[in-house]
Every structure is written in structure tokens, then in C-alpha cells.
T-cell receptor
Framework: GNSVTQMEGPVTLSEEAFLTINCTYTATGYPSLFWYVQYPGEGLQLLLKATKADDKGSNKGFEATYRKETTSFHLEKGSVQVSDSAVYFCALSANTGNQFYFGTGTSLTVIP | DAGITQSPRHKVTETGTPVTLRCHQTENHRYMYWYRQDPGHGLRLIHYSYGVKDTDKGEVSDGYSVSRSKTEDFLLTLESATSSQTSVYFC????????????FGEGSRLTVL
């Protein structure tokens, strides 16, 4: 089946620290991988995506590389800001259907 | 911003009553989804639609039904609400399906007493 496992939170970092949020997946077929971000009181919005192995998605200083050999899609940012405080969701969709599967979310708080 | 409107945004109801949540889109996207968000579970798919009158179940569909009679509207119905259905419900839309982006509504918070 299809599933996503991401690291438990919450994560608290100081401003300008390095961020890694781990995400691994199990999928049938050839999945596309996504990171979504949710700010308080809002719906999710796409942060970045990768649709095939070795692709790197990037946006707003965040990056993630689709690693088929380790079934991973870890989110990284070199220097976090207070405004990055949010909940981050790893997700996948498989070409065997049009369903999207989400991890449990990782809450990030960045302190000045 | 994608044109997605969920209604109502907040609702409190009693166990055993029927509830309908509405998702309305102005983007003419083919795919529409209903998710519920609960602490410790992330987002879980309830039902989705891949066209008018074409729907399918997700992983947590028990106790829920859906209908899509027009491209722009996707209704989620709880025939007889239970306390376990207290949650935040999100509608999402996608133009191209599995390789594309999901656009989310702002959510509907449902409390079943």
C-alpha cells in the first residue's frame, strides 16, 4: 500500500539554524512526492514537489530530493526564520490512482 | 489564491443529527477531495471525486457519503453524526490528479456533542 512516515515533532529551532525534517515513504507504482505547509488557521499549501527519482524540489530556501534507493524525501533549509514556524506535511501520490497520502505533520517553531 | 470556498466554516451539532459540508470551486478543476485532520493522524482521505457523479472512497469513508452533481460543488454528508467525527474537514482540488498540486480550502471545524 501507500503510506508516508515523517519525523515526530514538535521541533524548536533558533533563528538561522539548519532544519531537517525526515520523510520516508512506501508506495506502489511510481509516486510523486510533496511537501505542504500549514500556517495557523489556514489550509495546506504546496511548498515543493518532485515527480521522479533524483528530482530536487525547491522553494523559498527549502529543498528536498526524491531518493528512490532510500525511499526518502527529507526537507531541508539552511537558515530558518521566525516566519517559517508552521506545520509541515510530507505527502505522496501514486500513479495507480489519484489519491494523495499525507504524513502526520511536523510542527516547527522558530524562536528569535 | 485558488477559488475554493467551504461552508459552513464552523458548526456545532448533536450526536445523531445529519450534517452536510459544502465545497465550492471556481477553478473548473476535475478532481475534488475531502480530508479530515486530527491530531496525531495528519490528513486522512474520506472521499474523492474524479468528475461529475464519479466518486470513490478513501481510507476513512465509513459514516460519510458524498455527491458531486456539478463540477464546482462537492458535498460531504454525515448521515448521523457521532462524536468521533469531531474534526477539521478540508476540501482540496486538483487539475491534473496525481502529479499536480492540491489546492486546499480553509477548513470546516465540526464539533459533535
Amino acid at each position: 500500500g501507500n503510506s508516508v512516515t515523517q519525523m515526530e515533532g514538535p521541533v524548536t529551532l533558533s533563528e538561522e539554524a539548519f532544519l531537517t525534517i525526515n520523510c520516508t515513504y512506501t508506495a506502489t507504482g511510481y509516486p510523486s512526492l510533496f511537501w505542504y505547509v500549514q500556517y495557523p488557521g489556514e489550509g495546506l499549501q504546496l511548498l515543493l514537489k518532485a515527480t521522479k527519482a533524483d528530482d530536487k524540489g525547491s522553494n523559498k530556501g527549502f529543498e528536498a530530493t526524491y531518493r528512490k534507493e532510500t525511499t526518502s524525501f527529507h526537507l531541508e533549509k539552511g537558515s530558518v526564520q521566525v516566519s517559517d514556524s508552521a506545520v509541515y506535511f510530507c505527502a505522496l501520490s501514486a500513479n495507480t490512482g489519484n489519491q494523495f497520502y499525507f504524513g502526520t505533520g511536523t510542527s516547527l517553531t522558530v524562536i528569535p | 489564491d485558488a477559488g475554493i470556498t467551504q461552508s459552513p466554516r464552523h458548526k456545532v451539532t448533536e450526536t445523531g443529527t445529519p450534517v452536510t459540508l459544502r465545497c465550492h470551486q471556481t477553478e473548473n478543476h476535475r478532481y475534488m477531495y475531502w480530508y479530515r485532520q486530527d491530531p496525531g493522524h495528519g490528513l486522512r482521505l474520506i472521499h474523492y471525486s474524479y468528475g461529475v457523479k464519479d466518486t470513490d472512497k478513501g481510507e476513512v469513508s465509513d459514516g460519510y457519503s458524498v455527491s458531486r452533481s456539478k463540477t464546482e460543488d462537492f458535498l460531504l454528508t454525515l448521515e448521523s453524526a457521532t462524536s468521533s467525527q469531531t474534526s477539521v474537514y478540508f476540501c482540496a482540488i486538483s487539475e491534473v490528479g496525481y502529479t499536480g498540486e492540491l489546492f486546499f480550502g480553509e477548513g470546516s471545524r465540526l464539533t459533535v456533542l
